[in-house]
C-alpha cells in the first residue's frame, strides 16, 4: 500500500530498522561485512563501528563506554593480525586516486579524510612519486578524463580556457602545472613535454 510521505511524495513506507544490542561477535560481524566490500583504515573502521555504537546505545540506553572498549580491542587485533593495515591502504588508495588523475593536496585530503596518520599519508605519496606519478602526469590524466584543456574541441578551447583552469585549480593543481595542461596544442604536444619532464 502506497501512502503519501512527509516530502509528498508517493511510494511504500520505510521503517527504520531497530538497532541491534551490541555484542563483540556483532561488531565482529560488521567489522568483517564491511572490509569484505571496502578497503578501510583504522579509523575509517573505527568510525564505522562506533556509529552503530551510538544508535545502539541510544535505541537501549545502553553505556556507549562499553561498546568503545568492544570497538578498541576488536581494531587493536585486526590491526596486530594485519588485517587492518594504515600504510597499505594508504599506499593503495594513493596509487589509485594517482591513477585518476588526483593531485597530491587531493589525495592528502582523501586519506586525512579516512583518518589515516600523517606518516602514512607522507609515505604512500613518498611510494607514488617513486613509482613516477608526477603532479604533471596525474593533471594530464584528469584533463583526458574531464576532456578540458586540449582534450576539448578547437573551437571551444579559447571560451572554456578559464574554466578548464578553475577544474584543475580545484583539484588541488599549482596555475603553472594547470596553464601548461591547459595551454597545449594538442595531446600529442602534452605527451611530448611529460616524455621530456620524465626524462630530466
Known amino acids: 500500500m502506497s501512502e503519501l510521505s512527509e516530502s509528498g511524495k508517493t511510494g511504500p513506507r520505510r521503517t527504520r530498522k531497530i538497532p541491534k544490542r551490541i555484542t563483540e561477535s556483532y561488531l ?4 568483517l561485512w564491511y572490509l569484505e566490500r571496502y578497503a578501510s583504515s583504522a579509523a575509517n573502521l ?3 563501528l562506533m556509529r552503530r555504537v551510538r544508535e545502539s546505545a541510544a535505541y537501549h540506553d545502553t553505556d556507549p563506554a562499553d561498546g ?15 588485517i587492518l593495515n594504515d600504510r597499505l591502504f594508504a599506499e593503495t588508495r594513493a596509487r ?25 599519508i607522507d609515505g604512500a605519496l613518498e ?9 604533471l ?15 576539448r574541441s578547437a573551437e571551444k578551447r579559447a571560451e572554456t580556457r578559464d574554466r578548464d583552469l578553475a ?26 613535454e ?7
Open 28 to 31: 565482529k560481524n560488521v567489522a
Open 46 to 48: 573505527r568510525n564505522v
Open 68 to 82: 568503545a572498549a568492544m570497538v578498541e580491542e576488536l581494531i587493536r587485533r585486526y590491526a596486530e593480525a594485519g
Open 96 to 120: 589509485s586516486l594517482a591513477a585518476r588523475g588526483s593531485s597530491e593536496k587531493m589525495i592528502r585530503r582523501k586519506l586525512m579524510e579516512k583518518g589515516v596518520p600523517p606518516g602514512d
Open 127 to 135: 611510494t607514488v612519486r617513486e613509482e613516477g606519478g608526477s603532479e
Open 137 to 151: 602526469d596525474a593533471a594530464c590524466r584528469y584533463a583526458r578524463r574531464r576532456r578540458i584543456g586540449p582534450f
Open 167 to 192: 577544474a584543475l585549480a580545484r583539484q588541488g593543481f599549482s596555475f603553472d602545472i594547470a596553464a601548461t595542461v591547459v595551454d597545449a596544442e594538442s595531446p600529442g604536444v602534452l605527451d611530448a
Open 194 to 200: 611529460l616524455n621530456f619532464a620524465d626524462r630530466y
